[in-house]
């Protein structure tokens, strides 16, 4: 036996043996059952994608998932199959890309939901990069080299190649945290046929997938050519769908309330000490909701205050001793933004300055005003010790137009709580899975022209069509409600002509915080197309040297309709109403006097010109009957169609991203002409050009 031969030989041993290792398989068997069926020796094994599975650059394994896995796997999106390596945990699926994951891949942030990209060891779809037969793959998400992999049907797939590491000396900086490479079934013959359906155990979200590939080969063996064809359906799932996600329970984390003090931890009976001091009307401080101190801290403001220091209790103790240990953040259900509500959460526009904490009504008769209610309406004013001032608010609108006090969760800080339940913004009929729709078909093939060379192709054409309900409109705070407003709540009549602060030149009135959750469906929908052409040849000029030239072309087309957007300056005239003097109907202001341009948002939230600035019109003409007034204090559905129709439009997006790649690669060694000791030299030498 040649030297050569020898260690072709050994070649094949070693990776039968990873092959046995991968598959399960005892070697010992295998080996009986080939000595048993009488197959010769395999002298060489060749493997596609061979830039990784080589694996020269890296001390990193390659982990192939193979075939059966895949069909085994019970997974309609291949995503879902991969996030089960360990690597590929982070990776996005069509399923969680609405999620907080998919936000910091860009994929909710830019609505481009639906997709479904790999994320190799957490780091980005970025820096993951993504082949199909060695070959890279057009783009399917803006700004990004990230392939939608839910574009590659999974009944052509043969094996996935992951290497995680290491690559990016040959595939460039978007492989920095390594390379997935799909390979493709070739060779193919016969027909085969999927279908597959499945449903949640509470039969609400339903998926269902059919496939069929079919191949033959032709020219006595010397071509074949390979077709998909797939149809993917997903019904998708809102959050009110499921106990642990309606009303606003699903977990999230944010500053630990353990480090706050909250409702019912100081009684004068437990509390004494704490009381005493955490009592607005002694000190200026809320007794709940503001930060627990350290127990020195506390006995010297305790001391400065009253002349003498407290002997604390053993229940101020284990305060004292929460505070200074408990961890800094905290997951827990129902986290809100809590300045804010579906219908509106309402501040007498002084915030405190002309009427002081107390000095509010008490629409709810329990004794105290509603404004020391909350901490949410302690912290609206600027006349608490220890208040931030200049946002939330004392009141909360309900669904149905009714003016409430509001009521705290738990505190975690000035703006956010946990479980505050009138924050809660469209809790149940937000999309917790997108529906989604696919269809797609692929054709491969290749012929050999000689025994030395073959052609090749790839075609693919995919359309998928996502659908999701999203959680609100807009994001709005400190909207302005000036005193001669008809629709302002006739129980705050009293408190509308205030001087205010001058705060961003506005005097006055109200101040509401909303983020509609009454405009209308919020359906955004997602229209994707992919199409994929690849080209080439491929073959060897001898024993050792092979090589392969490809153009590849690669097309992604993103049509989205975001409906019911809202248009700036008309939102801003139509919650500017006024009484018509002569008919004593509510109108817009601007359509009495064209120049009386209204006031923004003080801390211009949302952005329009300038924070408090007044604002001039652009997309519509004072005067000329299109603006309608908008009640956005009358809780659900007090919006008038027509004052919605005219300060909302269905944006539409469409994105296109092309790729185009001409590549061509030998590669060889150097057993032609001298080999060291340790075997010959291997040598690949490629050109690429690449347009994206």
């Known amino acids: 036996m040649s030297d050569d031969t020898k260690r072709r030989t050994l070649l094949a041993q070693m990776c039968l043996w990873i092959c046995y290792a991968l598959l399960g398989i005892s070697p010992a068997y295998a080996a009986e059952e080939e000595a048993e069926a009488g197959g010769a020796a395999i002298e060489e094994v060749v493997v596609t994608g061979t830039r990784i599975k080589s694996n020269a650059n890296s001390s990193q394994p390659v982990t192939t998932v193979g075939e059966e896995v895949i069909s085994q796997g019970g997974q309609f999106d291949l995503s879902e199959i991969l996030n089960d390596a360990p690597p590929l945990l982070n990776s996005v699926s069509s399923t969680n890309s609405l999620d907080g994951v998919a936000s910091n891949l860009d994929q909710a942030s830019t609505q481009n939901f639906g997709g479904s990209s790999l994320d190799l060891r957490g780091l980005g779809d970025k820096r993951t990069l993504t082949l199909v037969n060695g070959r890279r793959h057009v783009s399917g998400i803006e700004g990004t080299a990230a392939v939608d992999i839910s574009t590659i049907p999974t009944a052509l797939i043969e094996r996935i190649d992951v290497l995680s590491g290491g690559a990016s000396a040959v595939y460039g900086s978007d492989a920095v945290t390594g390379v997935v490479n799909i390979i493709l079934k070739d060779n193919f013959e016969g027909l085969e046929l999927s279908l597959q359906g499945g449903t949640a155990d509470q039969g609400d979200n339903s998926a269902g997938k059919f496939s069929v590939v079919g191949g033959r080969n032709f020219a006595s063996g010397r071509g074949n050519v390979t077709f998909a064809l797939q149809y993917e359906n997903d019904t998708g799932l809102d959050l009110g769908d499921r106990d642990f996600l309606a009303q606003n329970g699903l977990f999230d984390d944010d500053a630990n309330p353990a480090l706050r003090f909250q409702i019912g931890d100081l009684t004068p009976s437990n509390t004494p000490n704490f009381s005493a001091y955490y009592d607005f009307n002694t000190t200026g401080l809320f007794p709940w909701g503001l930060r627990i101190p350290s127990t020195d801290t506390f006995i010297a403001d305790y001391t400065a205050e009253f002349g003498v220091a407290p002997t604390l209790t053993a229940a101020e103790l284990d305060l004292l001793d929460r505070g200074a240990n408990a961890f800094p953040r905290a997951i827990l259900q129902g986290r809100t933004f809590n300045i804010t509500s579906p219908y509106g959460v309402v501040a007498i526009g002084d915030f405190g300055a002309e009427f002081p904490l107390g000095s509010e009504p008490d629409l709810d008769g329990d004794g105290t005003t509603d404004c020391l209610q909350s901490f949410n309406g302690y912290n609206s004013s600027i006349d608490g010790a220890g208040s931030f001032g200049i946002a939330g608010g004392c009141w909360a609108i309900d669904a149905d137009g009714n003016l409430v006090p509001y009521e705290d969760g738990l505190v975690a800080g000035s703006f956010n709580q946990f479980g505050a339940d009138q924050s809660y913004i469209r809790p149940n009929r937000t999309?917790?899975?997108?529906?989604?729709?696919?269809?797609?078909?692929?054709?491969?093939?290749?012929?050999?022209?000689?025994?030395?060379?073959?052609?090749?192709?790839?075609?693919?054409?995919?359309?998928?069509?996502?659908?999701?309900?999203?959680?609100?409109?807009?994001?709005?705070?400190?909207?302005?409600?000036?005193?001669d407003n008809p629709f302002l709540p006739d129980e705050l009549a009293a408190f509308v002509n205030n001087s205010g602060l001058g705060f961003a030149g506005i005097d006055g009135g109200l101040h509401i915080s909303r983020d509609a959750d009454d405009w209308g469906s919020n359906v955004t929908t997602n229209e994707r197309e992919t199409m994929r052409f690849v080209l080439g040849l491929e073959g060897s000029f001898n024993e050792v040297f092979s090589y392969e030239i490809s153009g590849n072309y690669g097309k992604f087309q993103r049509d989205m309709v975001d409906r019911e957007e809202m248009i700036a300056d008309r939102f801003f005239a139509a919650i500017d109403a006024v009484a018509d003097p002569v008919t004593g109907e509510a109108v817009c202001r601007s359509d009495l006097d064209a120049t009386a341009y209204p006031h923004t948002t003080p801390f211009n939230i949302f952005q329009f010109v300038g924070g408090g600035v007044d604002s001039s019109f652009f997309t519509f003409t004072p005067g000329d009957g299109q603006c309608q007034p908008m009640n956005i204090w009358g809780g659900r559905r007090a919006m008038s169609q027509e004052s919605i129709d005219f300060v909302t439009y269905d944006r539409e997006v469409s994105e296109t991203i092309e790729q185009t790649v001409f590549s061509g690669f030998v590669s060889g060694d150097s057993s032609l002409?001298?080999?060291?000791?340790?075997?010959?030299?291997g040598l690949v030498v490629g050109l690429e050009y690449r347009e994206e």
């Open 431 to 483: 999309s917790a899975i997108p529906e989604r729709k696919q269809w797609s078909i692929d054709v491969n093939g290749h012929f050999d022209i000689t025994e030395q060379m073959s052609l090749f192709w790839e075609s693919k054409y995919i359309y998928q069509e996502i659908e999701a309900v999203e959680q609100y409109h807009n994001f709005t705070d400190l909207l302005y409600g000036a005193p």
């Open 673 to 681: 002409w001298f080999e060291l000791p340790a075997g010959p030299i």
